[in-house]
């Protein structure tokens, strides 16, 4: 009875070995985009413009003081700093709440918002990879 038990655990081992191997590994464009999209959290609640997002100085000294790596893009205007929208790399907006469904065949930094008042804020930041946020 031993013997089997021992048996036993050693194949369940052996078998959870082999399956971790089998695992997909996700794709370097998969890491770069989903390093970037944990990086910019810091732009969340800042305003959506046109080519840029408009951070306060609370959300860019943030990005400062913790060396950010996309806190040496920021730009200091009127009242606060701006950050390139495609800073890292390809991107897309996407408007939420929303049923609207974004293909994208490459992994791109996906930007959502809402507009309250009549004023577009970043309310997420993600790696989006055809058809889900990653």
Do not use: W
Request: proline share 4%.
């Amino acid at each position: 009875m031993v013997k089997v038990a021992a048996l036993f655990t050693v194949l369940s081992t052996l078998a959870l070995s082999a399956s971790a191997k089998c695992l997909p590994k996700p794709s370097d464009a998969q890491a770069k985009c989903q390093t970037a999209a944990k990086d910019l959290q810091f732009v969340v609640g800042g305003v959506l413009q046109p080519t840029d997002i408009f951070l306060d100085l609370g959300q860019a000294g943030q990005a400062m003081a913790t060396k950010n790596p996309y806190a040496n893009q920021l730009r200091k205007v009127a009242g606060g700093f701006t950050i390139p929208l495609n800073i890292a790399g390809e991107y897309i907006t996407e408007k939420k709440p929303s049923t609207q469904v974004v293909n994208s065949e490459t992994y791109k930094i996906n930007y959502q918002y809402e507009v309250k008042n009549g004023v577009t804020f970043i309310t997420a930041v993600k790696c989006h990879y055809k058809e889900a946020d990653l």
